[in-house]
Antibody
Framework: QVQLVESGGGVVQPGRSLGLACEAS????RTWPMHWVRQAPGKGLD????????????YYADSVKGRFTVSRDNSKNMVYLQMNSLRPEDTAVYYC?????????WGQGTMVTVSS | EIVLTQSPGTLSLSPGERATLSCRAS???????LAWYQQKPGQVPRLLIY???TRATGIPDRFSGSGSRTDFTLTISRLEPEDFAVYYC?????????FGQGTRVEIK
C-alpha cells in the first residue's frame, strides 16, 4: 500500500526550530520528486518546498526561503523539512506529497503551531 | 510565479445539479499541467484530474476537466452528496507549484 506518514509537528515558540519527517512506504522513494504543502487553519493549500529524486535540487516558496531546508534519505525512505526561525504565520498542517506530475499521494499531515 | 484565480468562491447547488468551477491562470500553463483536487473537512486533498482533463485512478466519470493555456474548468455533471467539498486547482508547469484559493461547493 502506497503511503506517506508525517511526524514531528507540535507547538513551538516564535523564533525556534522544528523538524518534520515524512516516511514513505509501498513505493520506491528514490524515483520520485517530493513536496511539502501546508494549510493554515481554515485556509487553502500553500506549496512550501520540493526536493528532486536524488536530493541534489531543492526548491522553496519565497515565504520560507532561507528559513526552511528540505532533504531526503532514500536509503531510509524518508523526506525531511527543517524549519528554523519559525513565525506565527507558519502555523499550519504540513503535508508531504509525491509528485507524479500532479501530487498523487499525500500524507495525513502533521500540525505545527507557532505561538508564545 | 503563476497566480491561479478560482471562481466562484462558493457554489450553492442541490444534489443532482451540474457544477461548473473555473480556474484562471495569470500566465500560460504549458502542456496543460493543471490539476484539480478535492478536499473534504478534516481530510487530505485527493487528486481528481491531472493534465487538465485526465481523471485520476478511481475518480467517477461525473468529474471532468477541460481547458488550456490560461482558462480551465472542472465540471461535476450530477452532484452526489459526497461531492460537497472544497476544490482546488494547481499548476505544475513551473515552480512554485501554485494552488488556487479554492471553490467551496455547498448544499443549497
Amino acid at each position: 500500500q502506497v503511503q506517506l506518514v508525517e511526524s514531528g509537528g507540535g507547538v513551538v515558540q516564535p523564533g525556534r526550530s522544528l523538524g518534520l519527517a515524512c516516511e514513505a512506504s509501498g513505493f520506491t522513494l528514490r524515483t520520485w520528486p517530493m513536496h511539502w504543502v501546508r494549510q493554515a487553519p481554515g485556509k487553502g493549500l500553500d506549496w512550501v518546498s520540493a526536493v528532486s529524486p536524488d536530493g541534489k535540487n531543492q526548491y522553496y516558496a519565497d515565504s520560507v526561503k532561507g528559513r526552511f531546508t528540505v532533504s531526503r534519505d532514500n536509503s531510509k525512505n524518508m523526506v525531511y523539512l527543517q524549519m528554523n526561525s519559525l513565525r506565527p504565520e507558519d502555523t499550519a498542517v504540513y503535508y508531504c506529497a509525491r509528485q507524479a506530475g500532479a501530487f498523487d499521494v499525500w500524507g495525513q499531515g502533521t500540525m505545527v503551531t507557532v505561538s508564545s | 510565479e503563476i497566480v491561479l484565480t478560482q471562481s466562484p468562491g462558493t457554489l450553492s447547488l442541490s444534489p443532482g445539479e451540474r457544477a461548473t468551477l473555473s480556474c484562471r491562470a495569470s500566465q500560460i500553463v504549458t502542456s496543460a499541467y493543471l490539476a484539480w483536487y478535492q478536499q473534504k473537512p478534516g481530510q487530505v486533498p485527493r487528486l481528481l484530474i491531472y493534465g487538465a482533463s485526465t481523471r485520476a485512478t478511481g475518480i467517477p466519470d461525473r468529474f471532468s476537466g477541460s481547458g488550456s493555456r490560461t482558462d480551465f474548468t472542472l465540471t461535476i455533471s450530477r452532484l452526489e452528496p459526497e461531492d460537497f467539498a472544497v476544490y482546488y486547482c494547481q499548476q505544475y508547469s513551473s515552480t512554485p507549484r501554485t494552488f488556487g484559493q479554492g471553490t467551496r461547493v455547498e448544499i443549497k
